[in-house]
Each structure stands twice: as C-alpha cells, then as structure tokens.
C-alpha cells in the first residue's frame, strides 16, 4: 500500500511554489529584516533612545544593562514610516538609566542579529562652556529644540562644536567652526528615502554596518552623510554625492573632510 502522505505533500510543495512566487514578486517579506541601525538619540546621560530603521512596523525589543546580562526590556515606543512607505524608523526609549555608566544593548525581533552594542551615559561638553557665538549658532538652529550633545573636535585650523539636536527621526547634525560659523548641518532621513544612486553607493561602501543615515542642509550639492561602524566600533562616515552616487569621502569622527 503507497503511503497516505503523498497527496498531501504534493499540495505542499504547490503551496510552496506560489509562496516562492509571491515573495520573488515582492507579494510578501521572505522576513523582515533591519534595515539601518541602531543608532542613539539622547543627551547622553540618562536619557536614550535606540532607533532602528525596518522593513515591518512590528515591534522591536531592546534588551539593555550595565553587562552582557542585560536585565532590562524595552519595546518600541514610536515608529515613524518613511516618505517612500515602505521602511519603518522605530524608536525604543530606554528607561532607568545612571549617569557615567556603560551600558550594553542588544535588539530582538525583525531579524536583528543579536550583537552586543554598548554606550556610555557619559554628558558631552555643556551648552555654556561653549563660545558665545557658538552658542547663538546652535540656538537659532534648534529653534527652541534641545541640544542633546556637543562634541569639541580639535581641527588644524581650529575648534569644531557638533551639536546633537533633537529632531522626529533622530538628532539633526549641526557642525559648527570656533568662529559661530555653519560648516554643515544635516538631518536625518530614512535610507528607503535616499536617492536609489546613493542607497547603492552607501550598501557599498559601508558593507551591512549601516547606522544612521542624514541628508545635508548646507552645502550646495545634493549631499548625504552615512554614518557606520568599522570593526563594529570605529564610528565613521562616508560623503555621497547625489549627481556622482559615488562616495567623494570617508571620514573618522576625529578628522577632518580634506576633499
């Protein structure tokens, strides 16, 4: 007597076949997947948020601590979909933290790896150590809006102030020279909003350690800047030309943009 599972496979392997079809024809997610990120919003000290770019507005978990233990859980709190509908930006608020402490993260759900992350809750330079001019630079940027974190870079021809300043999406990017002067000023945009040319140069150059992604408000040319990791610690970025989509430069957070 034949075995009674032979019907019964062929309608799964029916089945299958216009699932396959379906997901080649972009019907359905073969899975849902982390697009860009994580990356952090918040002052630094106790306040933090991870954002996350998908492709699913289901939600996403952080596990966070002060070890490799965790011990805490968060969820989404927010989500905020791209101009193009299709990504979703979520934002999970961490809660419970202390000032001057390291903290380890790792994401769950919309089939993030499980890669320990880390951050320190460590306050940056405060709003009024910093030049008068540069202050009244960052001010009439953040419009009201809280200035999050300030940096001090050393530069060969002087001081650089980036101030971190809240925004929807994730904190707006405002470089600022000792002089109160604008060197750039950029804000961040959802990587299914970027120009096709510039997604494809970005997957590229940056190799899947994709984090945050922000579009340039001051200079002339149509300018993006893609944050990522290498080694999945050293933060730095590359400059893409919308007319090239093509990476101009690629810089550490220390350095200056010779090009």
């Given at each position: 007597m034949?075995?009674?599972?032979?019907?019964?496979?062929?309608?799964?392997?029916?089945?299958?076949?216009?699932?396959?079809?379906?997901?080649?024809?972009?019907?359905?997610?073969?899975?849902?997947?982390?697009?860009?990120?994580?990356?952090?919003?918040?002052?630094?000290?106790?306040?933090?948020?991870?954002?996350?770019?998908?492709?699913?507005?289901?939600?996403?978990?952080?596990?966070?601590?002060?070890?490799?233990?965790?011990g805490a859980t968060a969820v989404t709190t927010a989500t905020h979909t791209a101009k193009s509908g299709t990504d979703v930006i979520h934002r999970i608020k961490l809660a419970g933290l202390q000032a001057n402490t390291l903290y380890h993260y790792r994401l769950a759900g919309q089939g993030a790896n499980s890669a320990d992350y880390t951050f320190s809750t460590v306050p940056g330079l405060a709003f009024a150590d910093t030049p008068p001019v540069v202050q009244a630079a960052m001010a009439a940027v953040a419009q009201g809006r809280a200035v999050e974190k300030i940096e001090r870079v050393m530069q060969f021809e002087g001081p650089e102030y980036r101030a971190y300043i809240a925004d929807p999406l994730g904190p707006q990017l405002l470089t600022i020279d000792g002089n109160g002067q604008t060197i750039d000023n950029a804000v961040v945009i959802a990587f299914a909003d970027l120009p096709e040319a510039v997604r494809n140069s970005a997957r590229t150059a940056v190799a899947g350690r994709l984090q945050v992604c922000r579009k340039s408000l001051q200079r002339t040319e149509a300018s993006y800047l893609i944050d990522y990791t290498i080694n999945e610690e050293e933060p730095v970025f590359a400059l893409i030309l919308e007319a090239e989509g093509l990476v101009r430069a690629v810089y550490g957070y220390n350095e200056s943009d010779n090009d």
């Open positions: 034949k075995p009674s599972v032979a019907r019964p496979s062929v309608g799964f392997a029916f089945v299958a076949q216009v699932l396959a079809a379906w997901i080649f024809l972009g019907l359905v997610h073969a899975h849902s997947a982390v697009i860009v990120g994580p990356w952090l919003e918040g002052d630094t000290t106790t306040n933090v948020a991870v954002l996350v770019e998908c492709d699913s507005a289901a939600a996403m978990t952080a596990n966070y601590g002060t070890t490799t233990n965790y």
